[in-house]
């Protein structure tokens, strides 16, 4: 079956305490890209990559940092989490060379006090 | 960044009622994309337009994809109980990487 995979699924965690979000897609698709959904605020793009070893900011990107070593799998990563990273997040990734038709993974609900 | 801004942010319909919504933005997109989210959910496309003018059909769902490139409007005919959910639009320029989308419209159909 064609799926975005995110692991966790939820997370709570503590303020600096440094944290991965795995994402893994297995549609072989050359874009993929990080978003957070805050209530009101829909979706805003953290950073995205249009293909391996290739990443770029997005308008939210301040304390995060992505990688793309392999095309199927885009990790984000929080170094040191603060409360106002509290959110969901979504990866998603697409077919072409750029960012239409999104597949979206089933979000990851984080939670850091 | 650029801006969608995406209206109502809510609405409250009875079922077999139409439902109207729609994006508009400060810049030029030159792909326009509507999303439905359900609860506990990623993102679901819905529909994709790609050239200005263009209107496409998905069941009861219709958009558009406004002439001057600012803007998109969704259509919903008739609507259901399983139409609720959240609705996004999303304006992007493919190949550049960056996506777009507005803070979405909550629909709630009353049986």
């Known amino acids: 079956e064609a799926q975005v995979t995110q692991n966790p699924r939820y997370l709570i965690t503590v303020t600096g305490k440094k944290l991965t979000v795995t994402c893994s897609q297995n549609?072989?698709?050359?874009?993929m890209s990080w978003y957070r959904q805050d209530p009101g605020l829909g979706l805003r793009q953290i950073y995205y990559?249009?293909?391996?070893?290739?990443?770029d900011k997005g308008d939210v990107p301040e304390g995060y940092k992505v990688s793309r070593k392999e095309k199927r799998n885009f990790p984000l990563i929080l170094e040191s989490p603060s409360p106002n990273q509290t959110s969901l997040y979504f990866c998603?990734?697409?077919?072409?060379?750029?960012?239409?038709?999104?597949?979206f993974g089933p979000g990851t609900r984080l939670t850091v006090t | 960044g650029q801006q969608l801004n995406q209206s109502p942010q809510s609405m409250f319909i009875q079922e077999g009622e139409d439902v109207s919504m729609n994006c508009t933005s400060s810049?030029?997109?030159?792909?326009w994309l509507w999303y439905k989210q359900e609860p506990g959910e990623g993102p679901v496309l819905l529909i994709a337009?790609?050239?200005?003018?263009e209107l496409t059909s998905n069941g009861r769902l219709t958009a558009q994809f406004g002439i001057t490139r600012k803007d998109s409007f969704l259509n919903i005919s008739a609507s259901i109980p399983s139409d609720v959910g959240i609705y996004f639009c999303?304006?992007?320029?493919?190949?550049?990487?960056?996506?777009?989308f507005g803070d979405g419209t909550t629909l709630t159909v009353k049986p």
């Open positions: 998603a990734s697409s077919l072409l060379g750029g960012p239409a038709e999104q597949y």
């Open positions: 549609m072989n698709h050359e874009y």
């Open positions: 990559s249009m293909n391996v070893e290739v990443t």
């Open positions: 810049s030029i997109f030159n792909t």
């Open positions: 337009l790609y050239k200005a003018g």
């Open positions: 999303a304006g992007l320029n493919t190949n550049a990487g960056k996506s777009t």
